[in-house]
């Protein structure tokens, strides 16, 4: 596989396991150093020690602060730049507005879009002073379109995609460029388990591509968005949603 990202250091948070630990080895195939951030350290450190290249393992909760500046202080030390962000820790139980809890509604919130700012804001003092970087967002469909049961993941992935728009305008001409990508359903253990059977189904039908996604079909826009051959892109949401949200 071409190294394309040799050399560059790449933070990916909630990347222990799931999703980002497979866009992860896929980045460190590519040559990228990889940071894994998880709250389970003993599980981020066996992720870590499975890439191919020079990478760390650090324990962060992404919506406590001082664990975000913690994260950053032992990247620089290692490594001394941080090359890219992206931003895909997430959590997205299914609760209907009626049963919603304030305390349902906060910890989504506090993990899917604090978790994105307190992140990318520690992030950003660095990338400001390199006058270069990537930061990555992953949102969702549910933030363009909303999802039946998420109210709160949908609020939340919207703000991401906002956030993303108006950080971008600031960050371009500090040749830092902010995009995001929406995905559909992807295929995971965790979205069979929150999704009944009858609303995968349903969705594969509305989908033109006639399946749900799978963990490899991220891996092209999220390997491009941290390349030189993105620098021209600013502030877009791409998804990556089999056609669902085509306009």
Same mark, same amino acid.
């Given at each position: 596989?071409?190294?394309?990202?040799?050399?560059?250091?790449i933070?990916?948070?909630g990347s222990?396991r799931?999703i980002?630990f497979?866009?992860?080895?896929h980045?460190?195939?590519e040559?990228?150093?990889?940071?894994i951030? &998880?709250?389970? =350290?003993?599980?981020?450190? *066996?992720? $870590?020690?499975?890439?191919t290249?020079?990478? /760390?393992? +650090?324990?962060?909760?992404?919506s406590?602060e001082?664990?975000?500046k913690?994260?950053?202080?032992?990247?620089?030390?290692?490594?001394?730049?941080?090359?890219?962000?992206?931003?895909?820790?997430?959590?997205?139980p299914?609760?209907?507005?009626?049963?919603m809890?304030?305390?349902?509604?906060?910890?989504?919130?506090?993990?899917?879009?604090?978790?994105?700012f307190?992140a990318?804001?520690?992030v950003?003092?660095?990338?400001e002073k390199?006058?270069?970087?990537?930061?990555?967002?992953v949102?969702?469909?549910?933030?363009?379109?909303g999802?039946l049961?998420?109210?709160?993941?949908?609020a939340?992935? &919207?703000?991401? =995609?906002?956030?993303?728009? *108006?950080? $971008?305008?600031?960050?371009?001409?500090?040749? /830092?460029? +902010?995009?995001?990508?929406?995905p559909?359903?992807?295929?995971?253990?965790?979205?069979k388990?929150n999704?009944?059977?009858?609303?995968?189904?349903?969705h594969?039908?509305n989908?033109?591509?006639g399946?749900?996604g799978?963990?490899k079909d991220?891996?092209g826009?999220?390997?491009?968005?941290?390349?030189?051959?993105s620098d021209?892109?600013?502030?877009?949401?791409i998804?990556v949603d089999?056609?669902y949200?085509?306009?």
């Amino acid at each position: 596989m071409e190294k394309i990202h040799e050399n560059k250091v790449i933070i990916i948070t909630g990347s222990s396991r799931g999703i980002g630990f497979s866009i992860a080895k896929h980045l460190s195939e590519e040559g990228a150093k990889i940071v894994i951030i &998880g709250r389970n =350290i003993e599980t981020a450190q *066996a992720a $870590a020690d499975s890439l191919t290249t020079d990478s /760390i393992a +650090v324990q962060c909760d992404i919506s406590s602060e001082d664990d975000i500046k913690n994260m950053v202080s032992i990247v620089l030390e290692k490594y001394g730049k941080i090359d890219v962000l992206i931003n895909n820790a997430g959590v997205f139980p299914v609760k209907t507005f009626s049963a919603m809890t304030y305390d349902d509604w906060k910890s989504v919130i506090d993990i899917d879009l604090n978790g994105t700012f307190l992140a990318t804001h520690e992030v950003y003092k660095v990338m400001e002073k390199q006058k270069a970087g990537k930061i990555i967002n992953v949102a969702s469909i549910a933030g363009r379109v909303g999802g039946l049961g998420f109210t709160h993941y949908s609020a939340a992935k &919207g703000g991401v =995609i906002a956030f993303t728009k *108006a950080l $971008a305008r600031e960050a371009a001409r500090l040749n /830092i460029q +902010v995009n995001a990508i929406a995905p559909g359903v992807i295929e995971t253990d965790m979205a069979k388990s929150n999704f009944p059977k009858y609303a995968l189904t349903e969705h594969i039908k509305n989908t033109p591509a006639g399946r749900l996604g799978h963990e490899k079909d991220l891996f092209g826009v999220i390997s491009f968005l941290s390349s030189s051959g993105s620098d021209f892109i600013i502030g877009q949401t791409i998804a990556v949603d089999g056609g669902y949200t085509m306009i």
